[in-house]
Nanobody, 123 residues
């Protein structure tokens, strides 16, 4: 059983930064591609960023490219999302997810999910 626990969310002014972290309780963390998703009020959950098993490949939704950076530490079983130059439209509940298959933006292929951490950006 995989457990994912997100942390690092909070309230920040536009232009500010936050660093989200996801800690995974799993046998072999390096087997999983990891993703970050978010869900704003009244909207569907959407893909934000992913990192491959080795950390070599990353991919971002266009709206966060150049502002967000995803990284992982397979020795510590963690995946982080550094978020800079935050905008009010980044306000959402952010989820960490694990995927045993291929690195994909499709959330249907992610096997395990955390409970989420709230990010609120004020204007």
């Amino acid at each position: 059983q995989v457990q994912l626990v997100e942390s690092g969310g909070g309230l920040v002014q536009a232009g500010g930064s936050l660093r989200l972290s996801c800690a995974a309780s799993v046998g072999t963390f390096s087997m999983y591609h990891m993703g970050w998703f978010r869900q704003a009020p009244g909207l569907e959950r959407e893909f934000v960023a992913l990192v491959s098993r080795t950390g070599i490949t990353t991919y971002y939704v266009d709206s966060v490219k150049g502002r967000f950076t995803i990284s992982r530490d397979n020795a510590k079983n963690t995946v982080d999302l550094q978020m800079n130059n935050l905008k009010p439209e980044d306000t959402a509940l952010y989820y960490c997810a694990a995927n045993l298959g291929s690195p994909t933006t499709n959330q249907a292929y992610y096997n395990y999910w955390g409970q989420g951490t709230q990010v609120t950006v004020s204007s």
